[in-house]
Nanobody, 116 residues
């Protein structure tokens, strides 16, 4: 199995920046795809950004040009640099990692609140 722990959330003014981190442990050598998702109150969880091993990264239209996903495989860590934050970015952000065809893990989530 793979365990994931997110950190870096917090309270920020609109226009500000935050960097989220997701540290993986366990069967990290089996991880292929990793991604960030978010869930706002009363809404479904949605994809923010996803990266497949080999380098391709896809972003939700709502965050393109503002958010950047990166991975440091040596540290088993994935990051989400979030710039020019908007109130509508307020949500709990979750890290996800796939480590087999059928298996994936979620982190516990980290709250991001953007004040207008």
């Amino acid at each position: 199995q793979v365990q994931l722990v997110e950190s870096g959330g917090g309270l920020v003014q609109a226009g500000g920046s935050l960097r989220l981190s997701c540290v993986a442990s366990g069967r990290t050598s089996s991880i292929t795809t990793m991604g960030w998702y978010r869930q706002a109150p009363g809404k479904q969880r949605e994809l923010v950004a996803i990266n497949s091993s080999g380098g391709t990264t896809m972003y939700a239209d709502s965050v393109k040009g503002r958010f950047t996903l990166s991975r440091d495989n040596a540290k088993n860590t994935m990051y989400l640099q979030m710039n020019t934050l908007k109130p509508e970015d307020t949500a709990v952000y979750y890290c996800n990692a796939r480590y087999s065809f059928l298996d994936y893990s979620w982190g516990q989530g980290t709250q991001v609140t953007v004040l207008s």
